[in-house]
């Protein structure tokens, strides 16, 4: 089963930048879909990201739009979130997680164990 | 203020039957395919339903999935100690272009 790998997280001042990345550990990674799903402290799960497997297509929650910008490196079975101007409120646990199909984004079979992203001064 | 509504719990003894109701619009449920996750804070979500009612292998039958216009129904049967964790519904919505959850339901088994 495929085993994916969150890093780049950690503690940012408000307005700061953070770079997450995710690794999967087989080359299939290429032909799924991908989605940031966190969990804010005290809230439920929330889709942040997703992009397809090509990267012909993205979408965004309203509350990342403009700030947050998703890309993947299919050579490198690796996917990044860019996070800037970042707020209190984006404090939370980043999960990546995997479709099984090309373009669509429900189904997120495959998750990894989640980043801490905590957004203070 | 999530798009899919749930109930903020539920709950039942051991043995017991629940379920979890997930009410949703047309553009979301009406027309499109709803999955379902559990999740411990602190561990990986998992999926336990798919394609509205498609269990993953090695999630046990006990857990099953319907769909019905707008809203969708989780149901597990022989409820057990380790179930109690937190479950969401998922879907694509058409309007939103983007893929949105359920508030969340936190199960306890008494």
């Known amino acids: 089963e495929v085993q994916l790998v969150e890093s780049g997280g950690g503690l940012v001042q408000p307005g700061g930048s953070l770079r997450l990345s995710c690794t999967a550990s087989?080359?299939?990674?290429?032909?799924?879909?991908m989605t940031w799903v966190r969990r804010a402290p005290g809230e439920g799960l929330q889709p942040v990201s997703g992009?397809?497997?090509?990267?012909?297509?993205?979408y965004y929650a309203d509350s990342v739009k403009g700030r947050f910008t998703i890309s993947r490196d299919n050579s490198n079975n690796t996917l990044y979130l860019q996070m800037n101007s970042l707020r209190a409120e984006d404090t939370a646990v980043y999960y990546c997680a995997m479709s099984h199909c090309g373009g669509c984004y429900s189904e997120l079979h495959h998750w990894g164990q989640g980043i801490l992203v905590t957004v203070s001064s | 203020q999530s798009v899919l509504t749930q109930p903020p719990s539920v709950s039942a003894a051991p043995g017991q039957k629940v379920t979890i109701s997930c009410s949703g619009s047309l553009g979301n449920i009406g027309n499109n395919l709803v999955s379902w996750y559990q999740h411990l804070p602190g561990t990986a979500p998992k999926l336990f339903i798919y394609?509205?009612?498609k269990r993953p292998s090695g999630i046990p039958d006990r857990f099953s999935g319907s769909k019905s216009g707008t809203s969708a129904t989780l149901g597990i049967t022989g409820l057990q100690t380790g179930d109690e964790a937190d479950y969401y519904c998922g879907t694509w919505d058409s309007d939103r272009q983007a893929e949105v959850f359920g508030g969340g339901t936190k199960l306890t088994v008494l």
């Open positions: 992009i397809s497997a090509s990267a012909g297509h993205t």
């Open positions: 087989e080359s299939t990674f290429g032909y799924y879909a």
């Open positions: 394609e509205n009612d």
